[in-house]
């Protein structure tokens, strides 16, 4: 089925709350939903075929999958509607009604305003609030307004000269405007304020307010107003925490770019506002890296770009100055025929929005450069960070010495680029001894390979600092002479000393600018020549978890070669010292005789028969002496 297709992409889904979209081969969407848990959600329809016949049809269209992450359930109940009103998906058969979520309206261009619900905002000088999702949310705020401020509800022409007031006034629910000598048109107006305020939601000293009067009551032993206080109180603080960023009339026309700029390239995600709602989502981005880019010039490229064939709305949110702003907004408005603002927002409603596109535009930069080699990338970002290094370490060598008690001590030098081991670059060696010279309790690094050993010099065999000069050293002569390529970051395992020894060699070629880091194996600290003190990483962290990992495949390589130059050794030491056994012969006696012992075991006539009669009597001798 073609939504099994889809199966990885679904288990990298965020569990989040957010919108998903299915499209068709032809790229048209045709079902838009909402999750609390997108990759929860989306999840079901692996296993939904057979449901039902509408279901069925859905599963055998879909060939591809987009989500956008909001701040809340909520948020992307009111982004699913405004969604399917603009794409009109021919599968969501419930939601393609006319109907909109209520806002709420307060008739300020009224001489005693109310406040009533209304289904869409209307330029006729009233002030809106919402929208209210769900729909019920907006009728028990209009109550709130009525029981806090006293605000009408009835359709009365006031004229303020009514002989008593209604059973409104009696229940505290209106402070009765229609009779002058109890509520002036001044204290209505102030009322009809309070209300503005409360519905912008501007509610940090009205929730004070109402805390003190409750706790008034309460003391004063009036439970029930008290409670009613208390009710008022959560529904003021609930109608605070909904504040919406998928739809409200604040937002008006514009468009908001949200941008992830990495190692692997970048992605913008732009939202379209229009009328107070997202109606749109577009994506933008590049096939490969953008090396040194600054978000202030993809920005800019990104706006040239989207606008070229598209409309430009009256202002465009981002997330951060995009370069040559004036020359942007000149060019923008004289395509539009109107004048056009860029802003950078740094609070507010709108920052919270240009936050959240950037939050999918993250989203959608691990879905497009896989999710495995963003987070290889984001690990190399922590490392050019934590180490102060000029550039990202891209390309990185690692070395390791294998030894046991000195003998056949061997090193390996391993590569890793963009995150991923380079296995055809690996390098191994043979520790030589006598590239490191102590003279006077210094050390340093004897460049003439020719140059005789003296009595003060330190093999390198039996010195693990030594081993570490001497193979970096020979590695870095050879980048000399071949001209590279550099690595960004060499990686030392072992600590302080193992670090010295390895700029020791590197100052003595003129390579000291190259940056090296010890990797301490018990502790996993980084040490760094200008830094005193180690550098601890957290234990999950993905820049640690990738030094780990590339040193112990360093690691791997350097005992594996180490084991092979032990039994190589071990080979040597009982066959190679025979006259007359060389490399094929000693080859030709261990196939045939299976091991060293089956040798040993061998008769005269059968060796002789393998290897001839001289030979065999020299086998013989070598094994009689020892």
Request: net charge positive; charged share 25%; aromatic share 6%.
């Amino acid at each position: 089925m073609p939504i099994h297709e889809l199966k990885e992409q679904i288990a990298r889904l965020p569990e989040q709350p957010g919108v998903y979209l299915y499209f068709n081969a032809e790229g048209d969407t045709i079902y838009v939903g909402k999750a609390r848990a997108l990759r929860d959600r989306v999840r079901t329809y692996l296993g939904a075929y057979g449901s039902s016949p509408k279901t069925d049809a859905l599963l055998d269209e879909v060939v591809r999958l987009e989500v956008i992450v909001t701040d809340s359930v909520v948020e992307a109940l009111a982004l699913e509607n405004n969604l399917i009103k603009q794409r009109t998906p021919k599968y969501n058969i419930l939601l393609r009604d006319d109907k909109n979520y209520p806002y709420l309206q307060l008739t300020t261009h009224e001489p005693f305003p109310r406040v009533l619900v209304a289904r869409r905002v209307e330029r006729d000088g009233s002030f809106y609030a919402g929208p209210f999702l769900p729909a019920h949310f907006a009728r028990r705020t209009m109550a709130l307004t009525h029981r806090l401020f006293g605000i009408r509800s009835c359709n009365e022409v006031i004229t303020g000269k009514r002989g008593r007031p209604c059973l409104e006034y009696d229940i505290k629910r209106c402070i009765a405007p229609c009779v002058d000598t109890v509520c002036s048109a001044d204290q209505y107006s102030r009322a009809v304020a309070l209300t503005q305020l409360f519905l912008e939601g501007k509610n940090d000293e009205l929730v004070k307010t109402l805390r003190a009067r409750m706790q008034a009551a309460a003391d004063g032993e009036r439970f029930e107003e008290a409670a009613q206080l208390r009710d008022a109180m959560r529904t003021v603080q609930a109608l605070h925490d909904r504040q919406q960023k998928m739809a409200t009339t604040e937002l008006g026309h514009r468009d908001v770019f949200g941008l992830k700029l990495g190692p692997a390239g970048a992605v913008i995600q732009v939202f379209q506002v229009r009328s107070g709602r997202v109606v749109e989502r577009v994506a933008l981005g590049t096939d490969e890296a953008i090396v040194g880019s600054r978000e202030g010039e993809v920005l800019a490229a990104a706006i040239q770009q989207f606008y070229e064939l598209r409309g430009v709305p009256p202002e465009i949110v981002v997330p951060a100055e995009p370069e040559e702003r004036d020359a942007l907004e000149s060019w923008l408005a004289a395509r539009a025929g109107r004048r056009v603002k860029i802003v950078a927002p740094q609070r507010g409603e709108k920052r919270g929005l240009v936050d959240l596109a950037t939050r999918n535009a993250a989203l959608a930069y691990q879905t497009r450069f896989n999710e495995a080699q963003a987070a290889q990338y984001d690990a190399l970002e922590t490392l050019q960070h934590v180490l102060a290094l000029p550039a990202l370490p891209r390309r990185i060598e690692c070395f390791d010495i294998s030894t046991i008690q000195g003998s056949e001590t061997v090193a390996s030098m391993v590569v890793c680029e963009d995150g991923r081991m380079r296995p055809g670059e690996y390098r191994k060696y043979r520790i030589q001894g006598g590239l490191w010279l102590v003279a006077g309790g210094s050390k340093k690094p004897a460049i003439d390979r020719a140059a005789p050993v003296t009595s003060h010099q330190s093999p390198a065999t039996n010195n693990d600092f030594a081993a570490m000069h001497e193979v970096v050293l020979r590695r870095s002569r050879k980048l000399l002479e071949q001209g590279g390529p550099f690595p960004d970051l060499m990686l030392i395992d072992g600590g302080k000393g193992q670090l010295t020894a390895a700029y020791t060699a590197l100052e003595a070629l003129g390579l000291a600018n190259l940056v090296a880091v010890g990797i301490a194996k018990k502790e996993e600290l980084l040490f760094t020549r200008d830094h005193d003190q180690p550098i601890a990483l957290g234990t999950h962290d993905p820049a640690l978890l990738l030094v780990q990992r590339i040193r112990d495949e360093a690691h791997r390589f350097a005992v594996t070669f180490h084991r092979r130059a032990r039994s190589m050794r071990d080979l040597r030491s009982e066959l190679d010292g025979v006259p007359g056994i060389g490399p094929r012969r000693r080859r030709t006696l261990l196939t045939t005789f299976g091991s060293l012992a089956g040798v040993r075991r061998a008769t005269r006539e059968e060796l002789a028969a393998v290897v001839g009669v001289k030979a065999a009597d020299a086998v013989l001798a070598h094994f009689a002496r020892a």
